[in-house]
């Protein structure tokens, strides 16, 4: 089955540490994208992708950075810079164009050790 | 830029009555307007959507009416059940080609037995 993974599930992370959530895609969609969510709150835009070498920043990019080497793939790196990264984080994907959907993953909680 | 107000916060409702959740937006330009339930733990899933040129849409138990003059659509669940306890979120679409999503802040709907 099409779909989109992330992973992990859960993930702890040390102040002053780096970790890296990882996204990929088997849906073929040239669109990606990363959001947080924090309890009882909508959802905010981190980075999103258009297509393969290329992204731009959302809403509340500080103290994120992502790559986008393959089409499938769309990893975010937590940095130590974020100074408040305990949340809930959404990987999402889409057809170029209008009236496509996104499509969600299940979400990778990080929390602070 | 976009902006999506999405009323009530909150809803519970016995089973079997219907639910109705409404979000208001900004630009008058926006043409696709989608619904997602959230599950707890679990990434948005698209439950239904509907392009500009249409007033209602309907897959069964749940129809999604749009007003354009007045800015606002809204999310109808008939006969509600246990299963439809969840989180509604809605979306516009914003940036060139409509390819990001600017959601509202959500809607936990409690669907009492």
């Known amino acids: 089955d099409g779909g989109i993974t992330q992973s992990p599930k859960y993930l702890f992370r040390k102040e002053g540490q780096n970790v890296t959530l990882s996204c990929e895609q088997n849906?073929?969609?040239?669109?990606m994208y990363w959001y947080r969510q924090d309890p009882g709150q909508g959802l905010r835009l981190i980075y999103y992708?258009?297509?393969?070498?290329?992204?731009q920043k959302g809403d509340i990019a500080e103290g994120y950075s992502v790559s986008r080497e393959k089409k499938e793939s769309f990893p975010l790196t937590v940095t130590s810079a974020q100074k408040n990264p305990t949340a809930f984080y959404l990987c999402?994907?889409?057809?170029?164009?209008?009236?496509?959907?996104?499509?969600f993953g299940d979400g990778t909680r990080l929390s602070i050790l | 830029g976009e902006n999506v107000e999405q009323h009530p916060s909150t809803l519970s409702v016995q089973e079997g009555d219907s639910a109705v959740i409404k979000c208001t937006y900004s630009?008058?330009?926006?043409?696709?307007f989608p619904w997602y339930k959230q599950e707890l733990g679990k990434g948005p899933q698209l439950i239904i959507d509907?392009?500009?040129n249409v007033g209602e849409k309907k897959d069964q138990r749940i129809a999604v009416t749009l007003n354009k003059t007045a800015k606002h659509f809204s999310l109808h669940i008939t006969e509600t059940q246990p299963e439809d306890s969840a989180v509604y979120f809605c979306?516009?679409?914003w940036g060139g080609g409509a390819n990001n999503l600017f959601f509202g802040t959500g809607t936990r709907l409690t669907v009492i037995p």
């Open positions: 999402a994907s889409k057809r170029t164009g209008e009236y496509q959907p996104q499509h």
């Open positions: 849906l073929n969609h040239d669109a």
């Open positions: 992708s258009q297509i393969v070498n290329d992204f």
């Open positions: 630009d008058s330009a926006s043409n696709y």
């Open positions: 509907i392009r500009s």
């Open positions: 979306a516009v679409p």
